[in-house]
């Protein structure tokens, strides 16, 4: 049974520039949460998707956009990089019913 | 004030002992509580989760949730060195509400 996956594992950009992480949600799971980690600190919650539809959505600016698609998978985009976007980016699933979360590997972004 | 507080340590113990972790938390409306490890540059992994109060074991590993002091703790019993990670606990509302972690080193 596959758990969360994510690509790529690690990314760099350059100031300014847009970036797309992906996420798959582990088998049987209908809803997707995206999380920052910066370094030495826990993860803070981005946005949350379910049916397709953002549900609740974290302290983030508009910047940060995201999509789930009809077979639950979701994407994360940043545009217009800044260096304090540098961060694991993880994504979790869930069953919407019950939010006991598991998260895949994460994706390292620099932006430099 | 933060919604989860946390100890970021670090923690150091010699192998065989019991790691104590513990969280404090503000928001009422918790109420699944869960714990993560955290190896280097992973991605979190759930460890424990428990819905409401009380205790809740798997082997090694303990947790505790007192609602009414808004506090919850982890134990780790015969801590081994592979035990050496971060450990992060985490309260849902909606969302995950993550502490910052504890490093905990366990020594051989």
């Known amino acids: 049974d596959a758990g969360v996956t994510q690509s790529p594992t690690h990314l760099i950009k350059t100031r300014g520039q847009q970036v797309t992480l992906r996420c798959s949600p582990k088998?049987?799971?209908?809803?997707v949460s995206w999380y920052q980690q910066a370094l030495g600190q826990g993860p803070q919650f981005i946005f949350q998707?379910?049916?397709?539809?953002?549900?609740q959505r974290g302290n983030f600016p508009d910047r940060f956009s995201g999509h789930q698609f009809p077979n639950y998978s979701s994407e994360l985009n940043v545009n217009a990089l800044l260096l304090g976007d540098s961060a694991l980016y993880l994504c979790?699933?869930?069953?919407?019913?019950?939010?006991?979360?598991?998260f895949g590997a994460g994706t390292r972004l620099s932006v430099l | 004030q933060k919604e989860v507080e946390q100890d970021p340590g670090p923690l150091s113990v010699p192998e065989g002992a019991i790691v104590s972790l513990n969280c404090t938390y503000s928001?009422?409306?918790?109420?699944?509580f869960m714990w993560y490890r955290q190896y280097s540059r992973k991605g979190p992994e759930l460890l424990m989760y428990?819905?409401?109060?009380g205790n809740k074991e798997d082997g090694r590993f303990t947790a505790q949730v007192d609602k009414s002091s808004k506090y919850i703790s982890l134990f780790i019993r015969d801590s081994q060195p592979s035990d050496s990670a971060t450990y992060l606990c985490?309260?849902?509302?909606?969302?995950?509400?993550f502490g910052a972690g504890t490093t905990v080193t366990v020594r051989a």
């Open positions: 979790a699933s869930s069953l919407v019913r019950e939010n006991i979360q598991y």
């Open positions: 998707y379910y049916e397709e539809e953002e549900r």
């Open positions: 428990t819905y409401s109060s």
């Open positions: 088998s049987g799971h209908d809803t």
């Open positions: 928001n009422s409306a918790f109420q699944y």
């Open positions: 985490a309260m849902d509302d909606y969302k995950l509400s």
